[in-house]
């Protein structure tokens, strides 16, 4: 059989022979052929399938699908008729107008997904072709560039974490946390998680659905005024726990004393986990220097726009005794046989690399371009350039919950908790306050309501570098006329940013 005869049959596809010499029956050239003849797409014959079906105990290809309700398999969908190029990009832009950017509201949003100033260097250096359209091949030493900057966003995420080694990247902030989580299992043979409630509540959502699929019982460490206190995970762990997860600063913005919850983790035999923000470990103590295990996070803060929820980076860092438990791939540095710097795949333990068994996770990939992102970002802004953002969002949020707190119906939900750049303000009905605000031409935050309904009466406020005072002036002001009159209260406990 020739060649492109033994490509159309593998690939199946139905073509018609010219071949004066059809019938020829030597080296399986008439069995290729009759292949040909008998399929058009799909390898499977009629008699293949009903082979099949028979196996699997049904009638017809059509019960493989009862599971799915009669209106969803081939529902209607009313489209318009078809335009032309011209008139297709005028209808588009005219959907497209009805978009209202972020930037077109005063946005006291947080709650995971943060507008931060973004230097020019971050969007020019992702939008190079070599970085924005290449794929690292699978001999990926050939990609000296990419690894590069693999190897320094590691290096910087080991920086700012206080950790001894960091992986090349993850999805986001969430499946990092639930990567730590498996990690924390397969250190300890152990089957259960503790999980402080004031975690991300989609990263415990995260969590619970890989928990589910490897049989790991989630505990939830109750919180006391919005902190996590050692003495509720104390309470908590067993010697069934493998690991305890808290977020530094947490979901509701506040800020607990971690080094007494990591000991008390160690003294279970547990490993300690902490979910932290980048830009809060520049004024913070760093996780690592708190003494926990493994530090996980999610890089959008760090020069990738708030994009309707997405691509964002995930951030995995964790002491050198567990680096062959870190999932994904980890680039290291050597030198090539003439001694030059040069960038290599040191670890991926991934089953497409090792036996299947020994995989730490099912994780292919990492988020390249948007770890380049974070790279450029960090390398540009560095430590000080961090610190200022930081501090300028500390004290623009703490000067916004004092001057709310002023307002008659208004009150902070944790007036004792210390908190950096986000606060929960507590009114008489989160969803109609929000909307009022946002008629104001304000973002008035997170309606906590939507992810807790205890805190329907709860709105988490953000602050950021890119909240200007004037801002703050006409928040409270829209905030003043929809929730009453003014008054006096103490203002809320500050935490110590150093200078």
């Known amino acids: 059989m020739s060649s492109i005869e033994t490509v159309l049959t593998r690939f199946a596809i139905q ?108 969007q020019a250096s992702i939008s190079r072709p070599e970085f924005y359209t290449a794929y690292t091949p699978y001999q990926a030493e050939a990609s000296q560039g990419t690894l590069q900057t693999i190897f320094e966003f590691q290096s910087m995420v080991c920086e700012f974490t206080g950790m001894e080694v960091a992986n090349a990247s993850l999805y986001d902030g969430a499946t990092a946390a639930a990567e730590a989580m498996v990690m924390t299992v397969q250190a300890t043979g152990r089957d259960r998680f503790a999980v402080a409630d004031t975690v991300h509540p989609e990263t415990l959502r995260v969590l619970r659905t890989f928990a589910e699929g ?29 690991g305890v997860l808290v977020q530094h600063p947490s979901f509701l913005g506040t800020i607990d004393d971690l080094a007494p919850i990591a000991a008390a983790a160690h003294a279970a035999g547990a490993l300690a986990v902490c979910s932290t923000d980048l830009i809060a470990c520049a004024v913070l103590a760093p996780p690592g220097q708190l003494g926990f295990d493994i530090a996980v996070g999610d890089g959008q803060p760090l020069g990738i726009p708030a994009s309707f929820g997405g691509p964002h ?63 450029a970002y960090m390398a540009h802004m560095g430590a000080g350039g961090m610190r200022a953002v930081a501090e300028t969002s500390a004290k623009r949020a703490h000067h916004l919950a004092a001057r ?36 104001a031409g304000v973002i008035a935050g997170f309606d906590l309501g939507r992810v807790d309904s205890s805190r329907r009466n709860d709105v988490l406020v953000c602050c950021t570098e890119m909240t200007s005072p004037e801002a703050i002036g006409r928040y409270v002001t829209a905030a003043r006329e929809s929730a009453g009159a003014h008054r006096t209260v103490a203002e809320p406990a500050v935490v110590r940013v150093p200078s």
């Open 15 to 122: 073509v018609e022979c010219t071949n004066a010499r059809r019938g020829e029956t030597r080296g399986g050239r008439r069995r290729g052929l009759a292949i040909l003849e008998r399929v058009s797409y799909l390898p499977n014959s009629d008699e293949d399938r009903r082979e099949m079906l028979e196996q699997l105990g049904l009638r017809g290809v059509d019960e493989l699908f009862t599971v799915i309700p009669d209106s969803l398999r081939d529902p209607r969908i009313d489209l318009p008729p078809p335009l032309g190029e011209q008139d297709l990009v005028a209808e588009v832009e005219r959907i497209a107008s009805r978009n209202r950017p972020l930037s077109s509201f005063d946005s006291f949003l947080g709650a995971g997904v943060y507008r931060r100033f973004i230097p020019a260097i971050v």
């Open 214 to 242: 490897r049989r790991i019982e989630i505990d939830l460490i109750p919180s006391d005024d919005g902190r996590v206190t050692v003495d509720s995970v104390r309470t908590v762990l067993s010697d069934r726990h493998a």
């Open 313 to 375: 980076v995930g951030c995995l860092a964790a002491r050198i005794a567990q680096v062959r438990r870190m999932p994904g791939r980890l680039v290291g540095l050597t030198t090539d046989s003439e001694g030059r710097r040069a960038y290599t795949l040191t670890l991926q333990t991934r089953e497409q690399h090792i036996r299947r068994e020994h995989a730490t996770s099912n994780i292919c990939t990492n988020h390249a371009l948007m770890a380049l992102a974070a790279t």
């Open 404 to 439: 709310l707190a002023e307002i008659d119906g208004l009150e902070l939900a944790h007036p004792h908790a210390p908190f950096l750049w986000e606060f929960v303000l507590r009114c008489e009905d989160a969803k109609r306050f929000v909307a009022q605000m946002r008629r």
